[in-house]
């Protein structure tokens, strides 16, 4: 009818100052100003219910290929204090979990709002459904509960129809071309074994040869100071009546022992300072270091203070520096 009309105006018009386009401007105006203010109206605002749990879902897809991957968000709606759980969709190949968020949205109507989105792939061809479990809501003594959205993954292949998926034959192993010439290696290789053959010769050379002499063994601390005692006795010191040579080499001979017995550094230690140390030792009695200090002492000043002793002396020093020696041998 709209089609007759303009039609009709424009084969009977009779004035020219009649505008044609300028009329059907006007009709399709005031036809579509109707249309238009329909679809501003406000939309009525969605009607939650507060007492109970309510489950929105969207999908980006249910048909992929092998790897693709799928946006899932589940929102829900539940009464304040509430606690949600989601049941757990990874699945092996079929239904493989890239990601998941989850978020919880502030609204002024007393119900708790959460949203979840899950990244999903599969890299198994078939049909694969997400899960057949129930979405729960715990809300004081009250339970709630949802079937999770019902999605099914279409996985197909990106494969063609005319593609060969036979499995081939195992090709022979292709050797590689060498870059260095056989003779090099020959020439590399004569030069090692030469060179390890040097060095075993060098080390057997070198190697200290075995003393067909027995090992000979330390002497003990105590058959040094025997032995020097009587080489001591043989020089005749006392039948000269020589008190200063004697006690210094009798005093020698008893800080070599002690040295040698004790681990003392006794030749270049005081007096003093040997009497304190052997003080400490639990393998001296208090009658032996009794004995060795007054030893000591009496060698000093005959040493340093240029005493002098009787013969009879000397031979009681000696005889108290061999039974000293007896008493603290170790065995």
Known sequence: ??????????????????????????????????LFLAGCKKEA??????????????????????????????????PSNSV??????????EVVLLNRKWDSI??????????????????????????????????????FSTNFPP????????????????ISDIKPVQKLPSRIPRWLWV?????LVAFLVGVLTSKWKKRPKKSTSPLSRPI?????????????????LLEQNLCNPFYTELSLILREYLEGRFKLNAPDETTEEIVEELSRSPELSKEQQIILQ????????????????????MEAAFETTKQFVEETKQD
């Open 1 to 34: 009818m709209i089609a007759s009309s303009l039609y009709f105006l424009k084969n009977e018009r009779t004035g020219d100052d009649f505008d044609f386009m300028k009329c059907v401007r006007s009709i399709l105006i005031f036809l579509l100003l109707p």
């Open 45 to 78: 605002p969605k009607v939650i219910p507060l007492d109970q749990f309510t489950m929105e879902w969207s999908c980006s897809t249910n048909s992929i290929y092998i790897g693709e991957p799928v946006e899932l968000k589940i929102t829900t709606y539940a």
């Open 84 to 93: 949600i759980s989601m049941p757990e969709i990874a699945r092996g190949k």
């Open 106 to 143: 502030p609204r002024t109507d007393g119900l708790v709002q959460t949203e979840t989105q899950y990244t999903l792939t599969s890299f198994r061809l078939g049909d694969h459904t997400l899960s057949t479990n129930l979405i729960g809501c715990a809300w004081g003594d009250r339970n």
């Open 151 to 166: 999605i099914v993954l279409h996985v197909k292949t990106s494969l063609t129809n005319s593609s060969d998926t036979t």
């Open 187 to 191: 020439v590399l290789g004569s030069v």
């Open 220 to 236: 003990a601390p105590h058959l040094k100071a025997f032995l020097a005692l009587k080489a001591l006795m043989n020089k005749g």
């Open 294 to 313: 007054e030893f000591m002492h009496q060698a000093d000043l005959v040493k340093f203070a240029k005493g002098s002793a009787e013969r009879a002396a």
